[in-house]
Every structure is written in structure tokens, then in C-alpha cells.
């Protein structure tokens, strides 16, 4: 099995990407899987270019997508992706659409085709903070994993697809206030170690795990 | 113009629901248009009937769903409604599916077709904390949006729908410890009442609102 | 029985402080007793010097000092002032003290002379977020908190004093993102009502309220 | 320099303590200071028995206490304890003390006589999620800060004493909810080991550290 994990170049000014830093230390192999990487852009549209030519020259079985999530406390799998672009900030080309559907004329949304309970389950059995979310955000991350999906249902049938979202690392954190959670880059690093065995274990649907949200 | 809102009953043991005590207490008339209402159970698929019988009934030109959402700070139009049922708690019946289709078949998510943006921006001005959220969770309240939705998409092509979260009601938040956020049940129906005068008010489409969340 | 109670000034370039707007707003006489007001300035040792002229002309039998704590939920009578000025930000007059006494040879801190459980007991029952809190920060208000306490320690033996922290109004909240708590001026107006009724009717002592915090 | 490093026991039916489990990782020598430790039982006046034994014992230069805050995101070094036990939940001998003074006649407070700017500007500097803290709660970790300083003020003249919190470890948080912070023990093992180096290098004294709250 060949797994394509990608991630997120920094923005907002930030000097790092802890999407992009665990993603650069996993190990090449896991479960068997060999793990190809590639990074993307934060810009609307060329982090599809950039995808699409990642996925066209690796082919993989499965592509996983990785991205920040500032001041969330867990290891979130996305459950849903969803057809709008509606930036808060610019990217980093200075872009910030508002109110787009990312594919014109695609479904409202997809949900992923990677065993997100079976992750999370994983990860936490590993005793690392994890939780199945429900929405991936509005921003380039939304964007890739409505992408990531499209391509699975029109171009590569055979591809699973699903998006990771990290908090802040500790080195993020620390000259803040108090309030503001992280986890170290060697704990995103062995969380998605565990999550990327899931989807290793788990080639066809998922488990049936606990958790939901009441909002 | 007809606008059916519904509130759901209290749930999890809770002496009140504010989205229902706000409800009763709306005007029968907001911005011209005529106010009726409905109680929602808590329960999966009876609200989805209760919900059914009010719409044929009243064939309203909106429907308009009111939940709580518990340790929000804002009151939150709801963007999307996902064909996913994932059960934290019980409902009032003692439901608790896991991983279920809302609708067998039916569609991964709908767009709300509310104007939410307007509706933020009526309540902003007024000086009610307000935003549009992107998950409505996984319990009845997202069974809810989804079910109103559906029934738009398939039944009453002339019908608009969509959901509205508010906060814990002060005497909800009272007795707990700080941190726990609340709003009074008057500045809900304020709310609400500026939300309803959008949606008279955009009867296609919606503005371009800010907003947006990376994540 | 005569009050003082004091709202400090907008800071931090805020168009409001409710702090101020809800002082402004409480009524001549509660629970038989004269409320007086001062509006402080953001003044690290001006805000001393208002309040000591203010106590000096009204003679007060209580100074109750009033402060926001953007972020807050709950309506909270603070514990304890301690003789520490550390200002994260600058005041009114670009004053930022660091690791200073406010006191010199003060003794660390003073417990408050007012009875906040029965504060608190008193809000909650009218269904008011409201909680003992036993930090007032580093800045202006708990500078004022420790002044008062320490007139009352060392000029006017027969005064008792405290201060209560307030959210953020609901109209400062409203533009920002979910995740900011806030309540109505007038719930705040409200509240503080509550609380000097308690301060009337525990002229001596507190009663033995439920609470407490692990940190 | 001989240092006293104390943890609590785990408490309100905890498997693990993180404090305790930090303390027991931490190295036997530290910037040329020997480190010894206690176990300090989470039940109010004992706590106080076996520290004043465990000094009595050593003898240490410095006792520094380390405890859990479940919730915070950050390692806070505490600046201040208070003569106030007020439990909202029971001892681990069911004692649950409301409104009571640790030491009767005893001062309002005392502040720490560790150097809580510079240990958090080291922390920092390591990249580790640090900031000082103005409560350490009522229940027993601020007895202990309290029953510290009280020891240094009356017995110990020549010992410095503190406190430092540490967050939930990451294996207590990983089956909660999203919105629970965390760190894992060896990164407060890390930012214990930068807190005691700066004890060591400021043997009288702090730096003038940045931080401060309004509230």
C-alpha cells in the first residue's frame, strides 16, 4: 500500500507548520504502507495543482492531508468536507475568497472515505489526545479535503481520502498566554503514526466508535 | 410570508431548553411576516415526523429550526446539515444511534438555504454576538437541519430552511462554575427576531458576510 | 447605609468599558441603602488617587469597586488583592509597571471585607452567572481592589471593601468570533444589584457558600 | 544546593497524578543541585505532616511543590498563596473544609520566594508552554503553597519555597472530548527540569519577566 501524506507550508506569518514538521518526520514505512510526502502551498487553487500532480506522479492507494489547527487541544480526523471557500484571512498569495463553491457544481459535500473512528480509537489507545471532527474550517484545509475527495469520486475511484488536523506545537504555544493548547511534534508524529496504521488495518469501512457532538 | 419555527424540548435531564423558551416567547409577527410554531421532540426520527406534520400542515414558506447549543458564546445560524447520525447521549427515548444515515440514499450534506451571513450581520448590529457555524453537530439538532433540508430538496421546492443554535440560558449557567457562557433568554428572541427580519428581508440569496474559520 | 461604588474608563482603545455603563445604570437606593459613584481612570496610582478623594468626600460605609474581565462568563466578586503591579499592556497613560508593589512595605495581599459567597448566592438565585474568583489579575483592577482594602486597613477601620469583575457587554462581543462569552449591560446592572442587596443584608461576615477551585 | 521536589498523589479517583509522575521522571541532579522528593497525600493538614517531615528530613535549600491544574494549557509557576481552604470537592479522606484559614492568624498570603519569571522565561526559551500564575486555587495545592511559605517565613528563614501546576497528561486527556489541554509527563518533565536550572541560577531575586493579566 502507498500512502501520499501531505503538508501545509506555515502562514499567517508563522515560522512553522506543525503539519509539515510531523509530516517530514514520520518514518518512510508504517504497517507495511510505504509513506510518499509532498507540501502544499497555503493558497487557494495551487494547493489542488499541487495535489493533483502529487497524486498523478505517486498514484496512491491512499492520500492523507495534514493541517494546523491553532488553539484546538486534539489530533482531529475530519469527517466532512464541504464545497465553500470563506477565508477569514488572505492566504499566502494575499487571496481571500468569500462565499465560492471550491468545484463549481459539486455536491455540498463529501464525507472521507478513511475509518476516522478507527483512528481516533488508535491514537487514543496510545493515549494521545484524539477526536473525530465535524467540520474541517472554511480555509485552504476545508479546500484540500473537498478536493482530495472530488478526486477520489471522479478521477481515482480506487483512492481513499481524508484530512488530519493538529493543534499548535509546544513552541507555538509557549510565549503565549496561558489558554492556548498544544501537543509536542513528537506526539503529532506518533499520532499520526497510529492513525496511518488504522487506515492500514481498516482498508474497507470503518468501526463503529463512541463520541458525537450534541453542536 | 409564513415562517414555521420550531423548538426542541429540554434533553439530558435539563429543566429548560432556551431555544424553546425563546420560541414561545416570539412575536406573531416579525417584519410582516407571520409567525407559527412548533415543539420538536428530542428523539431521533419522531422529531423528523413532528417536523413533517407541521410543515404539511402550515405549508409555511420557511422553516426555521431553533437547538441548543450548549457552552457556545454566540448564537449560530447553522451553514450545513450532514446525512450523519452519531449519538454522544441518549435521546429522550433512549436512542443512541451510532454512524447512521439520516436519509438512506440521500445526499452526504445540504447547504442551509437561509440567509445566514444577513442573518449574522441583523443580529451584529443590534449588538447581539452572533456567527455562522459550520457543524451542527451529530445529534438531533443536525437531524433536524438535514430532515428540513431534505424536505426542501425533495417535497417543497418552494420552502426555505435552515437552524439556529443558542447558547445556555443564563439561569442554565448560573449555578456553574466560570466558564461556562450564556446568554439571557430576552436577547435570544431579540436575536431571532433580527435573524427572521433577514430572512424577510433576503428572500433570495444572501450577502457576502466576513467571517470564515481556518479550522 | 452610604455606597461607593466606582466603574473604571474604557481601556485598550475600547469605545465602552460595561463596567462603567452598568455603575452608571444602578439605580439611587438599593435595599435601603444610597449608591454614590467615581469613574476611575486607567491610571496606575491616578486610579489611588480618584478613589481616595471619592472616599473622602462620601465617607462611605462600603467602596465596591467595578472592573471588566473581557473573556470571563460570570459575574465575579474577587477574594483577594495582592500588592503586585505587572501590566501586560499599558494604561490610560502608557504607564506599564513591572513586578512592582503597589504598597510599598504593604503587607502581599488583603482578603476582601465584603461577604461574596453570599454575593454570589444571591446572583445565582436570580438566575445571573456569578462565581468567586480569587485572582484579580496584575493590572488596574486588582491595584484597586488592594487600594480600598488597604484605605480600609489603615484610615478608615469601619469601611468594607471589595471589587466585582464583569464580562464583556454583549455588543463588544457581538463582531468577534465565536468563543467570546459576554453578557447585557443590563444583566450585569441586574446582577450587581443582587450583589449589594447581599451587601446590605451581611453587614458583618459571609455566609458559608459552596465553590472553591482545585487551581 | 539541596532541592525538595514534592507530588500529590492522583485524587477525585485519578488513575495517575502528572505531578507526581514528572517528579519521580525527573533526574536525581539538576544544574549541580541534588534532588530529593516527597509523596504528598491529596487530604487536608496531612499534606501539611508530611512536608513539614520530609523538610525536617532534608533540610533542602528549596522546597518546590508541583501539582496537577486539569484544564490549563500551560506549566504555571504560582506567584501567591492564600490562607483560605474552601474544597469543592472532598479530600481523599472525604474532608472537604469550606471557608476555613491553613494556618489560624496566620497572613492573608505569602508570595513565592522562587524566581517564577525567570523559571518561565527557560521554560520558554526550551520551547515548552510556560506562564506564571496568580492562583493556585483553595483546595490542597494552595495549601501547600501556603504551608510552604509559612514554613520559610516562621521556621525556615534561609529556604525558598514554591509552587508549580502542571496540565492534564496527555493519556488523561486522550479519551475526553476536544477542548481538553494536555501535555505529555515527559515535556513536564522537560519544563520542571528548566524551572529548577533557573532556581539554581537565581539564587536571590527574579528577572523582570513579561506576562501580566487584566484579570
Wanted: aromatic share 6%; glycine share 10%; proline share 8%.
Amino acid at each position: 500500500m502507498k500512502i501520499l501524506v501531505t503538508g501545509f507550508e506555515p502562514f499567517e506569518g508563522a515560522a512553522i507548520n506543525p503539519a509539515l514538521e510531523a509530516v517530514r518526520r514520520l518514518p518512510d514505512t508504517i504497517a507495511g504502507a510505504s509513506i510518499v510526502r509532498a507540501e502544499l502551498p497555503v493558497v487557494f487553487g495551487k494547493d489542488i495543482e499541487v495535489l493533483r500532480a502529487a497524486v498523478a506522479e505517486h498514484e496512491p492507494d491512499v492520500t492523507l492531508c495534514i493541517g494546523q489547527a491553532g488553539g484546538r487541544t486534539h489530533i482531529t480526523p475530519e469527517f466532512v468536507g464541504i464545497n465553500y471557500a470563506h477565508a477569514r484571512i488572505p492566504d499566502n498569495e494575499g487571496n481571500q475568497p468569500l462565499a465560492q463553491p471550491i468545484v463549481e457544481g459539486g455536491p455540498d459535500a463529501y464525507f472521507t472515505t478513511l475509518p476516522v473512528h478507527a483512528m481516533v480509537e488508535k491514537m487514543r489507545a496510545a493515549g494521545i489526545p484524539a477526536a473525530v471532527s465535524c467540520t474541517a474550517g472554511t480555509f485552504c484545509c476545508n479546500e484540500m479535503l473537498y478536493a482530495v475527495l472530488h478526486l477520489c469520486a471522479t478521477e481515482y475511484p480506487a483512492m481513499r481520502g481524508g484530512f488530519i488536523h493538529v493543534p499548535y506545537a509546544t513552541e507555538q504555544a509557549a510565549p503565549l498566554a496561558e489558554g492556548t493548547a498544544s501537543l509536542p511534534i513528537e506526539t503529532m508524529v506518533a499520532g499520526l503514526t497510529c492513525a496511518i496504521e488504522a487506515i492500514v488495518e481498516h482498508p474497507e469501512g470503518d468501526v463503529v466508535g463512541a463520541g458525537g457532538r450534541e453542536h
